[in-house]
């Protein structure tokens, strides 16, 4: 018995339902159902604008793609694992609907470089998706800063107080995280952003096609420039797994910081009764397992970055059908991101931020003993020897139980003689943040005008999306 595969002609038999399950992607790949339809309908109006196929044919086939798009989507199509993919089942039931104008369809065209198409098509549309999602974290995190730009609270080396901050300092450090991981993705898809489509198989085809004219109609830069690079290429694949890491990396180690801060050792923050749960057992808790979650499937997303480069490391070029295992990754890593972010910025964003709270854990830890080190360099001291000073004073501060700005004056002295009354106002806890005006430090002026510098850039990326 033949195979009635539509590839089947040079087979004598049927393949076996296991080796049919086996491989099979529909189950995964059919979410690209909406770029293998807009891409065979580039393909149909380039084969008939070169003459390869009649205009009745050419229309006979849009009018079928459009018939079976509004299948897919109001649910009424039968994916059917036995025909392999999303491009195969969408290729049978067009010519179920068409006859044998549907069987042009595939005229100068291969798998090979229609599953490159849907894949660069779809990632293309999912990295808009992501980056609209991240200016939407932006605008969260942004907002909580115009709100505590007076808020001090403790900055940290090592998870040691090291320095006083303000919380709206402190979370612009995310913000400029986040700016990058844009930045990231802007990059790869000015890479990715080249037409695989009439590479064929990988040595192109002998029909007169224009590649160039079905780049243009899907919105490419150009066509890809090689044809075995155009279908063996994963790079894309890689690079926005890759970005994607990135955006859960960062979201990891702000989840981190949120899981210390809610508790009852820091209190920093309390999060919102819809972004927490409790324990089965113990009626008091109140837990942050969203944040948890997300740090969590980080771990996720980079499993997925380190699959994929597995699956590529010693591939020969040029299709091989191992490149089938980079869908389920891509998507996973996709969909897991885009969770993450939806339900991380509403989290945050309903957080209460205690700012007493902050303010008194400020006022303990030596936060200040670089400034009370900086007051006797601008008296003419060298740093090293007022370093030395300062520790000194910390360890009988500690020794005595006392804060640096609770010394009296005789107290100061015997450490320096040229310490003043105007070491107090040197000390102070708003004064060691207000002076620190350089570009990029926690101060209000600082913060204003890195507030601004965030507000264009939301503003820039709003006005291209108009």
């Known amino acids: 018995m033949a195979n009635d595969k539509l590839w089947g002609g040079r087979f ?12 099979s992607s529909v189950r995964f790949d059919k979410r690209l159902y909406a770029q293998d339809i807009e891409g065979s309908m580039a393909h149909v109006k380039m084969l008939e604008k070169q003459g390869i196929i009649s205009g009745d044919d050419s229309k006979a086939i849009q009018d079928g793609l459009n018939e079976i798009l509004c299948e897919i989507e109001n649910g009424k199509f039968v994916f059917n694992t036995s025909l392999e993919d999303i491009h195969m089942n969408i290729e049978n039931r067009l010519i179920e609907l068409t006859g044998e104008a549907g069987k042009k369809l595939h005229s100068a065209r291969s798998r090979n470089d229609q599953v490159a198409l849907d894949t660069k098509m779809y990632t293309r549309l999912e990295i808009t ?75 192109g085809t002998t029909y007169n096609i224009d590649r160039n004219y079905t780049s243009g109609l ?23 797994i890759s970005c994607i890491s990135f955006v859960m990396m960062h979201l990891s180690r702000f989840c981190e910081e949120i899981i210390l801060w809610c508790s009852k050792e820091y209190s920093f923050i309390e999060l919102d009764d819809s972004y927490s749960t409790g324990s089965s057992i113990m009626p008091q808790k109140k837990n942050p397992d969203i944040a948890e979650l997300v740090r969590g499937k980080c771990g996720r997303v980079f499993g997925d970055l380190t699959g994929i480069f597995t699956v590529m490391k010693a591939l020969p070029l040029a299709y091989n059908k191992d490149m089938q295992e980079d869908k389920e990754l891509l998507f996973d890593a996709i969909d897991t991101v885009k969770m993450c972010l939806e339900t991380f910025m509403k989290m945050f964003e309903s957080a209460k931020i205690n700012k007493d709270v902050m303010y008194k854990s ?16 601008k008296k003419g001291l060298a740093f090293r020897d007022t370093h030395k000073i300062a520790g000194e004073i910390v360890f009988y501060c500690i020794q005595n139980n006392k804060n640096i700005e609770d010394l009296t004056m005789d107290e100061f002295k015997k450490f320096s003689p040229l310490f003043e009354d105007d070491i107090y106002e040197a000390v102070d806890l708003k004064n060691c943040v207000e002076k620190r005006t350089t570009t990029g430090g926690p101060s209000k002026k600082s913060m204003q005008r890195a ?10 990326y709003k006005k291209e999306q108009k």
């Open 129 to 203: 998706n992501i980056k609209k999602l991240l200016f939407e974290l932006l605008e969260v995190i942004l907002n909580k800063a115009k709100e505590n730009t007076d808020t001090i609270m403790p900055g940290f080396t090592h998870l040691q107080k090291a320095q006083p901050v303000t919380f709206a300092h402190h979370i612009s450090a995310y913000f400029e995280m986040f700016k990058r991981d844009i930045s990231r993705f802007d990059d790869a898809y000015n890479r990715l952003n080249t037409c695989p489509l009439g590479a064929c198989a990988l040595a």
């Open 362 to 377: 400020a006022q303990s830890g030596f936060l200040n003993a670089t400034d009370a080190a900086d007051y006797l360099v």
């Open 451 to 460: 507030i601004e510098a965030y507000e264009n850039y939301i503003l820039e």
């Open 218 to 240: 899907l919105k490419f830069d150009l066509p890809a420039q090689n044809t075995i690079d155009a279908v063996s290429d994963r790079d894309f694949v890689i690079e926005t």
């Open 12 to 23: 004598c038999a049927q393949t076996s339902e296991l080796t049919d399950d086996f491989n």
